[in-house]
Each structure stands twice: as structure tokens, then as C-alpha cells.
């Protein structure tokens, strides 16, 4: 049975997730469309999932032809929320077309998920993309991590809550080492190994110790605020100085694959371990 550990922290538990638990692999199969790859997103990835977090499933779908090239066209993405023999899931997939635009928009979610080692499930498309996705990440995404940061520390200012706190710091490092290295990295903990920042470590254990809106029990408003402020402006930085392109350079690439998909070229689907 394939379970990821994440490291652990002093006087907390590591986090254990089990990919092959027959409950998300059943999600996964009862999915009305062939799927190009299936991930775990959310706390999860980002290493510090409450008791009660929810399953955040992101993945990409492949629409039959009819429902592409006919009036009606398909659907560009499936939602699907509930719980499902005790967990509680947010399934999130997007037609291949769709997903493929917004590799190309410099959104920070779709390579996220793209990259993403929680794998419920791949193809080698999947594979495939991962590579040419490579091509698609620029000085620019910075934009998308500072914008993400601005709204998750509005709902902090708003409510004091622990969640939206490790948001914030978790989407500016996340940022800030895509800057430098090039590299999507989502988990906090990897990423503080990196940054070393000696909050980050009680937080995550209240996180990890406490119910999903858990309030912040302890800690300065003020100091919290210099760190965003501080990590914001190493973020803008970080992106001046980056060696990223400019722009995208991938999108023939992602072209033909999407062709050679539609045109019924797509490998059956791979379990994930």
C-alpha cells in the first residue's frame, strides 16, 4: 500500500496520506470521462491537512468528440462535492482544452496540480505534459502568488484564523523559490527547510493538531504583518531578478498534444502505484 510521509516537526507527527485507498480510487473510476491524470491538492499537498480537511481532487478530463465538435459543447469542467464513506471530497477537472489554456495564462493552480507527487492516478500524457509544461512557466506567475497572498491575508485581518495565515506564507514561498529555481514546490514544510523560518513550525502544528477553522490562540498581528510585507517584497524581487522567460514558450507543443488526444491517441489510464 503506497503512503507518502511528509517530514516531520518537532513534537508533532508526520502526516501519513494512503493514495491507494479504495474510497478515492472509487472517485476517481465512477468519473464520467477518461481522465488524463487525477491529484491530491490542497492542505495535503500543502503538508499541513487539519483532522478534518477535506480531499481536494484536481485533474484533467478528456471530452469524447461528439461533445466537441457538436453545438452543445461538453462539459469544461466537472465540480462534485460531498462525502464519500466518510471523506470528505471537492472534486475539480478540467477538459484537456481548457487546462491546456490555462497552463498558458500563468496560473500557479494548474501547475500545482500538474506537478503535484500525491498521484491518484496517470497516464503517460500526464508524464508528458509535465515536461512540456516546463516551457510554460514564466517570471510572471510571480503575479499569480502575490495575488493569491493579498486574499488570503484579507480573510486573516478578517478572522485571525491559522488557515488562511499558512496560506499566505505558504503561496509567497512557494512563489518565491518558483522565481528562483523554476521549480514548483506546494508543501510548506519542504519549502521551510529551505527558508528556515522558525514561525512556520508551530503554526503548522497547531494546524495539524487543531479542527480546519482553528483561530490563531497566540501571536502578533504586527509581527505576522511585517513578515507578509517582508515576504511580498522578497516575492517582487525574486521576480526581477529570475531567469524565467518572459513568456511561454510551450504552446505548439501543448498543441500537438492535444491533438494526438482528441484524435484518440491517449494511452489507457495507469494506476498510480
Known sequence: MLKLSFPSITNMSSVQIDLNDPRLQEIVKKHPFSLLFTTLSGAHLYGFPS??????????????????????????????????????IDLVTHDVYK?????????????????????????????????????????FHSHHYLGFAQTQWKFFEKEQKVKPLLYVFR?????????????????????????????????????LASPEKSQLKSGDLTFFASEYERLCQKLEAAHQKSNLPNQASGKLALNDLLLRIRLGRFHTIAPSG
Open 51 to 88: 483532522p478534518d480537511s477535506d480531499y481536494d481532487l484536481r485533474g484533467v478530463h478528456i471530452l469524447p468528440l461528439n461533445d466537441i465538435v457538436g453545438l452543445d459543447v461538453g462539459q469544461e469542467t466537472v465540480e462534485s462535492m460531498g462525502i464519500e464513506d466518510g471523506l470528505e
Open 99 to 139: 487546462f491546456f489554456s490555462l497552463l498558458l495564462k500563468k496560473n500557479g493552480y494548474v501547475l500545482e496540480q500538474l506537478y503535484s507527487p500525491l498521484i491518484l492516478q496517470t497516464t503517460p500524457e500526464h508524464v508528458e505534459l509535465k515536461v512540456i509544461a516546463k516551457q510554460c512557466i514564466t517570471r
Open 171 to 207: 503561496v509567497l514561498l512557494t512563489g518565491i523559490y518558483l522565481m528562483q529555481t523554476g521549480e514548483i514546490e506546494a508543501n510548506l514544510l519542504q519549502l521551510n527547510q529551505v527558508f528556515q523560518l522558525h514561525y512556520l513550525d508551530e503554526l503548522i502544528a497547531l494546524k
